[in-house]
T-cell receptor, first 116, second 114 residues
């Protein structure tokens, strides 16, 4: 168990560019979550997957954001035409609903996005 | 909809003193409550959780929290602070056991004074 891995850890981009973040969950976990955390705030839910199915999306997830989990393993979060307001830490978490999981999310270290 | 309020964005205590971090929640149904800790440059990790049963729950590193339904509170305590407790602490709520989607508070940064 190597934990939840996120890449890249830091991304600086210019406004209008596209960026993509990758999350590799704990291998046996079938649920994967994306959260966004801005300075001085707690994490805010964006979306989650059970296996490859995207089950819920927050209203925070505008049409410039898209998330995928094509084979039910790793996930990508893409932001198109980035805006300065997208600057935040993007957190990925995973959980296992098939083995008596008791509601704990396992978080990665996050991917920090800075939009200039 | 559920929400979480953490009173005090910054708390400072002396090493060896009591740690008390406050959390109040709002939920239309019996909630599941969590405390997560975030150390510098690390991911969030679970300290403790309340789902059902005993209202006083014990977590890692000597922390505990008590669910008080009448006060809609889930305050986090530790009898004696240690320098290694310096971190940011987040209270979170979820509506049901089958969905781990969490609503977080804004966090409390704990500083330990030597």
């Amino acid at each position: 168990d190597t934990g939840v891995s996120q890449n890249p850890r830091h991304k600086i981009t210019k406004r209008g560019q596209n960026v993509t973040f990758r999350c590799d969950p704990i291998s046996e976990h079938n649920r994967l979550y994306w959260y966004r955390q801005t300075l001085g705030q707690g994490p805010e839910f964006l979306t989650y997957f059970q296996n490859e199915a995207q089950l819920e999306k927050s209203r925070l997830l505008s049409d410039r954001f898209s998330a995928e989990r094509p084979k039910g393993s790793f996930s990508t979060l893409e932001i198109q035409r980035t805006e300065q307001g997208d600057s935040a830490m993007y957190l990925c978490a995973s959980s296992d609903r098939t083995s008596g999981n008791t509601g704990e999310l396992f978080f990665g270290e996050g991917s920090r996005l800075t939009v200039l | 909809a559920q929400s979480v309020t953490q009173l005090g964005s910054h708390v400072s205590v002396s090493e060896g003193a009591l740690v008390l971090l406050r959390c109040n929640y709002s939920s239309s149904v019996p909630p599941y409550l969590f405390w997560y800790v975030q150390y510098p440059n690390q991911g969030l990790q679970l300290l403790l959780k309340y789902t059902t049963g005993a209202t006083l729950v014990k977590g890692i590193n000597g922390f505990e929290a008590e669910f008080k339904k009448s006060e809609t509170s889930f305050h986090l305590t530790k009898p004696s602070a240690h320098m290694s407790d310096a971190a940011e602490y987040f209270c979170a709520v979820s509506l049901n056991f089958g969905n781990e989607k969490l609503t977080f508070g804004t966090g409390t940064r704990l500083t330990i004074i030597p």
